[in-house]
C-alpha cells in the first residue's frame, strides 16, 4: 500500500505540472490593423423646406352643465305607531341622495310629522323617531350628516285632516326642505 501511496503522490505532482502552464492566458498571434477613417466629405448644403403652418390646438369642448338639483322631494310615508322606513320609500330614498349629492354644500331639515292618534308626547318621539330613520338612510346612501338637521312636529302641522283614515295616512310622514 505505501507503494501505490508513493506512486500517486509522485503522479498527482507531475501531472499538475503538465497541466498548469496550459492554464495560462495566451497572447494573441494576430494584431488587429489600427482603424481609419476616411476623410470627411465636404458639407452638403440641404435646403430647408418652408416652415409649416402653425397648428391650431384644438380647445376641449365645454363640460356639459350641471343640471341643477331638483329639491322638490316627496314626503317619506310611515305605517301606524312606527318608525320604520317602508320598503316603498326606499325608491323615493335614494333619488333624493341623488338630487342632495348634486350639491353637498347644501344642508336640509326632516321634518318628522305624525297622525293625532295617541298622546301629544308619544306622537313627538314617534316624530322625531321617524325623521333619524331617514337621516339614517340618507347617511348610508353617502350624504354627510351634518347637513342633514331634524326637527320633530308631532301632530301639530297636518297636511290632512286626522277625522279620517286616508287623512291619517299622509299626515304620518317626513318632509325634505331646504334649510
Not at 476616411?38 to 458639407?43: A, E, L, S, T
Not at 314626503?75 to 338630487?99: H, M, R, V, W
Not at 336640509?108 to 337621516?135: I, T
Not at 338612510?137 to 301632530?155: F, P, R, T
Request: glycine share 4%.
Amino acid at each position: 500500500m505505501k507503494f501505490i501511496k508513493s506512486y500517486f503522490l509522485l503522479f498527482s505532482i507531475l501531472f499538475a505540472v503538465a497541466v498548469l502552464p496550459a492554464c495560462k492566458a495566451k497572447k494573441p498571434i494576430v494584431t488587429r490593423p489600427p482603424v481609419t477613417y476616411p476623410p470627411d466629405p465636404q458639407p452638403v448644403k440641404r435646403e430647408t423646406p418652408p416652415p409649416a403652418a402653425p397648428v391650431q390646438q384644438e380647445t376641449p369642448p365645454p363640460p356639459p352643465p350641471v343640471a341643477k338639483p331638483d329639491y322638490n322631494f316627496k314626503n317619506i310615508q310611515f305605517e301606524f305607531n312606527s318608525g320604520i322606513l317602508k320598503t316603498d320609500s326606499y325608491p323615493t330614498l335614494d333619488k333624493i341622495a341623488a338630487e342632495i349629492k348634486k350639491d353637498p354644500s347644501v344642508k336640509f331639515v326632516l321634518n318628522g310629522n305624525s297622525s293625532a292618534e295617541g298622546s301629544a308626547d308619544h306622537n313627538m318621539a314617534l316624530s322625531v323617531e321617524r325623521a333619524n330613520s331617514v337621516k339614517l338612510y340618507l347617511v348610508n346612501s353617502g350624504i354627510s350628516g351634518d347637513n342633514l338637521a331634524i326637527k320633530g312636529y308631532g301632530e301639530s302641522k297636518p297636511v290632512a285632516d286626522n277625522s279620517t283614515e286616508e287623512g291619517r295616512v299622509l299626515n304620518r310622514r317626513v318632509e325634505i326642505k331646504k334649510q
